[in-house]
C-alpha cells in the first residue's frame, strides 16, 4: 500500500520570502499522479497544483511550483513571494492512475503559517 | 477548478436521530465519490468509496450499518449518519473525481450531536 509522509508537522514563513514544504511517498507503481492541497481556516479543501509522475518537467503554477524527484520519491512543494493568505494546512496527495475507484492517500499534513 | 458542493455546512442534531449529508457534483461527473472525517489539526480519514450505482466500499473499522452511502448518480452522493451519538460529531468531507484527474472537495459538514 501507498503511503505520504510529510515530515513537517509546522512551518513558518515571512511574508514576501520563499518556503519548501517536503512530502515523500512509497510506491511500487510506476505511474501514478501526486498533488498538493490547501485547507485553509475555511477548511474547504482546494487544490494547489498536479504533477504525473510519467512527466520530467516539474509543475508550476504561478507562485507555486513543485520539485518532484521520482527516484528519491520526493515531491516537495515552493511557494515563492508568500502571502497572508498561503496560511492554511497543506496536504500532500497520492493517487494511482486508471483505477476505477482508486483512493487518493494523504499526507498528515502541513501548518504553513505566514508572518507579517 | 469542478465544483463539489455539499450540505448542510453545518448540523446540529439530537442523539439517536439520523442525519443526511448531501454532496453533489455541479459541473462535472464523478465517477467516484470519497468521503472523509476530520478530526481537529489532523488529516483526512477516508471512511468509504462509492462508485456510482454500486454499493459503497467501507475503510476497515468504518461501520456500514451506521453510515450509509448512496451514490445514485454520477452528480450525487450522500451519507446518512444512523442514530447518531455524541461521538459521531465531526467534520466530514466529500470529494468527486474522475478516473485519473485530481478529486474536487465538498465544504464539509461540522456535525455536533446533542
Known amino acids: 500500500a501507498q503511503t505520504v509522509t510529510q515530515s513537517q508537522p509546522e512551518m513558518s514563513v515571512q511574508e514576501a520570502e520563499t518556503v519548501t514544504l517536503s512530502c515523500t511517498y512509497d510506491t511500487s507503481e510506476s505511474d501514478y499522479y501526486l498533488f498538493w492541497y490547501k485547507q485553509p481556516p475555511s477548511r474547504q479543501m482546494i487544490l494547489v497544483i498536479r504533477?504525473?509522475?510519467?512527466?520530467?518537467q516539474n509543475a508550476t503554477e504561478n507562485r507555486f511550483s513543485v520539485n518532484f524527484q521520482k527516484a528519491a520519491k520526493s515531491f516537495s512543494l515552493k511557494i515563492s513571494d508568500s502571502q497572508l493568505g498561503d496560511a492554511a494546512m497543506y496536504f500532500c496527495a497520492y493517487r494511482s492512475p486508471d483505477n476505477y475507484g482508486q483512493n487518493f492517500v494523504f499526507g498528515p499534513g502541513t501548518r504553513l503559517s505566514v508572518l507579517p | 477548478g469542478a465544483v463539489v458542493s455539499q450540505h448542510p455546512s453545518w448540523v446540529i442534531c439530537k442523539s439517536g436521530t439520523s442525519v443526511k449529508i448531501e454532496c453533489r457534483s455541479l459541473?462535472?461527473?464523478?465517477?467516484?465519490m470519497f468521503w472523509y472525517r476530520q478530526f481537529p489539526k489532523q488529516s483526512l480519514m477516508l471512511m468509504a468509496t462509492?462508485?456510482?450505482?454500486?454499493?459503497?466500499?467501507?475503510e476497515q473499522g468504518v461501520e456500514k450499518d451506521k453510515f450509509l452511502i448512496n451514490h445514485a448518480s454520477l452528480t450525487l452522493s450522500t451519507l446518512t449518519v444512523t442514530s447518531a451519538h455524541p461521538e459521531d460529531s465531526s467534520f466530514y468531507i466529500c470529494?468527486?473525481?474522475?478516473?485519473?484527474?485530481?478529486?474536487?472537495f465538498g465544504q464539509g459538514t461540522r456535525l455536533t450531536v446533542v
Open positions: 462509492s462508485n456510482e450505482g454500486s454499493k459503497a466500499t467501507y
Open positions: 470529494s468527486g473525481a474522475r478516473l485519473s484527474t485530481e478529486a474536487f
Open positions: 459541473d462535472f461527473q464523478a465517477t467516484t
Open positions: 504533477q504525473e509522475a510519467y512527466k520530467q
